[in-house]
């Protein structure tokens, strides 16, 4: 039997070489980084993640009672750079201007940098933003089974402009439940939803529609999918138990149809246990 003892944080994803999602756990001790987990060979396994209370902020270490925008104090939501607006919009984003909304240098790293925006398979099809060194990642982490890029900008703004216009006509969040699921709203190829996505933009984005029609298929560690996924949080039960049927998205899928989110609880302070 394998214990660990980590402050959780989300899954980081990789693509293997045959297509297959690859997810490393990162272990920690409140902030500091001990090596990451294997969690692929976790799959038809036992599994026991017990709650021990403690929950600490993942930008500062403090001890807190709830978190904020993925694992952080109410402060640091508001004024630490991993809580930056333009996350989550990017098109209010201004660093290529020279105007930082918190942090300049971390801004300059991740967000005057070049950012695709695609489209991806979840449950259905939806459109999303990401640097362009973090895409097969980006789609691994939403559960997609297929991706493929529409643009290529040289700044986040620019991408979350675009993003803007096409939102208005599809999705731009997935639902989880169908994800999970694994069931499809509609089968047309990505390659034709790029085309109709296209025909949406404005002259002044087609210098930076991407060329590439590359679909990109991702398979997942996946014995059994959920059938009716169940959500459950640390909050209401300390300790989540069963075999480990499945991994998709960042989410733990159990043999009774439980499925646990590890990135909505980054910052909980858990002992895993695997035999």
């Not at 001890?63 to 098109?91: C, F, H, Q, V």
């Not at 590439?212 to 014995?223: A, G, R």
């Not at 480990?244 to 499925?259: A, P």
Request: net charge negative; charged share 25%; glycine share 8%.
């Amino acid at each position: 039997m394998t214990h660990i003892t980590t402050n959780l944080r989300k899954m980081n994803t990789r693509l293997g070489e045959d297509g297959i999602a690859l997810y490393a756990l990162p272990q920690l001790n409140i902030l500091e980084y001990l090596g990451d987990q294997d969690v692929n060979q976790w799959l038809g396994r036992s599994v026991k993640i017990e709650f021990t209370g403690n929950i600490h902020c993942i930008a500062t270490g403090k001890k807190i009672k709830k978190t904020y925008g993925e694992g952080m104090s109410y402060d640091a939501w508001m004024s630490s750079p991993l809580g930056n607006p333009a996350i989550i919009r990017p098109e209010l984003s201004r660093i290529h201007e020279g105007v930082a909304l918190r942090d300049k240098e971390w801004e300059e790293k991740h967000h005057n940098q070049p950012h695709y925006v695609y489209l991806s398979r979840t449950g259905g099809v939806k459109v999303g933003v990401t640097r362009a060194t973090n895409l097969f990642s980006r789609w691994i982490d939403q559960g997609a089974v297929e991706g493929i890029p529409l643009a290529l900008v040289p700044y986040r703004q620019l991408a979350g402009l675009i993003e803007v216009v096409l939102k208005a006509h599809m999705d731009d969040k997935t639902a989880w439940q169908a994800m999970l699921k694994g069931e499809f709203k509609d089968t047309m190829p990505l390659t034709e939803h790029k085309e109709a996505a296209l025909n949406l933009l404005p002259e002044e984005y087609f210098d930076f529609i991407s060329d590439d029609d590359t679909v990109t298929h991702i398979h997942y560690p996946v014995v059994k999918l959920a059938t009716k996924p169940r959500s459950i949080k640390l909050d209401n039960q300390s300790v989540i138990e069963g075999t480990l049927t499945g991994i998709k998205g960042q989410y733990l899928l159990f043999e009774d149809d439980s499925v646990f989110n590890v990135r909505a609880h980054a910052g909980y302070e858990t002992i895993i246990s695997i035999s």
